[in-house]
């Protein structure tokens, strides 16, 4: 199963971006969907967190009260008040069960990633 991430770009500290990702042959509407990046010479690292119904929510400390993530038919990250840290590829995931998690080993497929870099 192949998600697509698509919304990366280059952008100064404080600017704002959307990130979308979504799955071309299936839909993942009873799958929980998170996204995780991975900045040089950095581990993976969770990012933020969707269930299934869009009811519940989970974010990393780095970027609560800055990103939001929300899913209809596509789950998509809005990033606010970007800063150089936040700098990585993002990647979208499919969780195997219909709740959101901070455990990466429970996401089964992945998206190819998208590259978002903050310059200061």
């Known amino acids: 199963v192949q998600l697509q991430a698509s919304g990366g770009g280059l952008v100064q500290a404080g600017d704002s971006l959307t990130l979308s990702c979504v799955a071309p042959?299936?839909?993942?509407?009873?799958?929980?969907v998170g996204w995780f990046r991975q900045a040089p010479g950095k581990e993976r690292e969770f990012v933020a967190a969707i269930a299934w119904r869009g009811g519940s929510t989970l974010y990393a400390d780095s970027v609560k009260g800055r990103f939001t993530i929300s899913r209809d038919n596509a789950v998509y990250l809005q990033m606010t008040s970007l800063q150089p840290e936040d700098t990585a590829v993002y990647y979208c995931?499919?969780?195997?069960?219909?709740?959101?998690?901070?455990?990466?080993?429970?996401?089964?497929?992945w998206g190819q990633g998208t590259q978002v870099t903050v310059s200061s």
């Open positions: 995931a499919s969780a195997r069960g219909s709740y959101p998690s901070r455990d990466r080993s429970i996401y089964t497929y």
């Open positions: 042959r299936r839909t993942f509407s009873n799958n929980a």
